[in-house]
């Protein structure tokens, strides 16, 4: 069965103080890990997409890099604004394009 | 405007009561999902639709009901509502000739009584 596990479930962190995210998962033939980002009350919003091991995507703070059992989110320098839920999915090789969610990491960026 | 619109964002209604949440979306993607959201749980697939004439079962889809009534809406019934419907619904599209990322519109909160 396909599984998708973020951790840690929390994190907090000052401004300025980088970390990683972590998704590993199980698939039966990987066919795109997807990050979104979601804010309180509204729905998530499409990040990166990557296909293959050694892959990375950057954008503005965000890096995603992927290996053959796991996806990492590194955020460099962190502002407030960057608070949020992300989330971490993977489409597996069944010819349809569903998407296994994980439960998400709830970030929360200090001052 | 946004282009994946949810109505309404917010319902209250009552055990048995039908509620019917829609979805519109101005993307032009061919196909179109529902979701829901649950804490602790993670998004869900209730429905999915690729065209439409095609209408699919997720993972969660007893309770539930959909209408494709065009390319850009998805409409999602719940025939009797019960508490334990009471979650965070989501519509997402994606693009079949395109790459595979899902867009999702804002959702509708939802609570059965």
């Known amino acids: 069965e396909d599984q998708v596990t973020q951790s840690p479930e929390a994190l907090r962190l000052q401004e300025g103080e980088s970390s990683s995210l972590n998704c590993s998962y199980t698939?039966?033939?990987?066919?795109?890990l997807f990050w979104y980002r979601q804010d309180p009350g509204k729905g998530p919003e499409f990040l990166f997409t990557?296909?293959?091991a050694g892959e990375e995507k950057e954008k503005e703070r965000l890096k995603a890099t992927l290996t053959k059992k796991e996806s990492f989110l590194h955020i460099t320098a962190p502002k407030p604004e960057d608070s949020a839920t992300y989330l971490c999915a993977v489409r597996a090789n069944t010819g349809f394009q569903k998407l296994v969610f994980g439960t998400g990491t709830r970030l929360l960026v200090s001052p | 405007d946004a282009d994946v619109t949810q109505t309404p964002r917010n319902r209250i209604t009552k055990t048995g009561k039908r509620i019917m949440l829609e979805c519109s979306q101005t993307?032009?993607?061919?196909?179109m999902y529902w979701y829901r959201q649950d804490p602790g749980l993670g998004l869900r697939l209730i429905y999915y639709?690729?065209?439409?004439?095609?209408?699919n079962k997720g993972e969660i889809s007893d309770g539930y009901s959909v209408s494709r009534q065009a390319q850009a809406k998805f409409s999602l019934s719940l025939e009797s509502a019960i508490p334990n419907q009471t979650a965070l619904y989501f519509c997402a599209t994606s693009d079949s000739t395109s790459a595979p990322e899902q867009y999702f519109g804002p959702g509708t909160r939802l609570t059965v009584t």
């Open positions: 639709s690729f065209d439409v004439k095609d209408i």
């Open positions: 993307k032009g993607h061919d196909r």
């Open positions: 698939v039966s033939g990987l066919r795109g």
């Open positions: 990557l296909y293959s």
